[in-house]
């Protein structure tokens, strides 16, 4: 992927036509991310799963945790959408079943239990946050040292 500058990001659409279809779909990764405690496993694809990753962690309700990820883009995403589409919930979410489930453990876990440290972290830190301001205790959000 050293050829392909990220720098600007360009919408998906676009990215595929500048690389051409084929080139576009071995450059992506297939991931499966968990919803814990909700029993659902989400299917979508990416050129960089830990960016994708850390994006959904600050959208969710939820912990989530990434069960691994496979080789293919959106072409391989469609397939494997209508592969299980009698398991499907709602957008790019499935219920977790012994189908969706044999899916996933296709995938490699490369990666993952790093990306699913920073989210546990990421939790301890907002429940630490919540606790606080349910003592009453006037907190302020910090980014690191002060640059002002």
């Known amino acids: ?24 779909e071995r450059l992506c990764e297939i991931y499966f991310i968990e919803a ?11 050129l ?23 080789e293919g883009g959106p072409q391989k995403e469609v397939e494997l959408h209508a592969q299980l589409a009698e398991h499907w919930s709602h957008g ?4 977790k079943s012994p189908a969706v489930m044999a899916v ?5 876990p490369s990666g ?12 301890e830190a ?3 946050y919540l606790a606080k301001m349910k003592a009453g205790e006037v907190v302020r959000p910090t980014r690191g040292p002060n640059r002002y």
């Not at 960089?48 to 496979?70: A, D, H, N, W, Y």
């Not at 790019?92 to 219920?95: D, I, N, S, T």
């Not at 996933?104 to 490699?108: K, L």
């Not at 993952?112 to 939790?123: D, I, M, T, V």
Request: proline share 5%; aromatic share 8%; charged share 25%.
């Open 104 to 108: 996933v453990a296709t995938a490699t």
């Open 1 to 24: 992927m050293s050829d392909v500058v990220m720098a600007n990001p360009i919408p998906k659409r676009r990215l595929s036509r500048r690389l051409g279809k084929e080139r576009y």
């Open 48 to 70: 960089k799963v830990l960016e994708r990753f850390k994006g959904m962690l600050t959208m969710s309700p939820c912990p989530l945790s990434l069960l691994g990820t496979i």
């Open 36 to 46: 814990v405690g909700l029993d659902l496993i989400k299917i979508g694809y990416t």
């Open 92 to 95: 790019e979410w499935y219920r």
């Open 126 to 128: 907002l429940q630490a």
């Open 112 to 123: 993952a239990e790093f990306l699913n440290q920073h989210a546990k972290r990421r939790g």
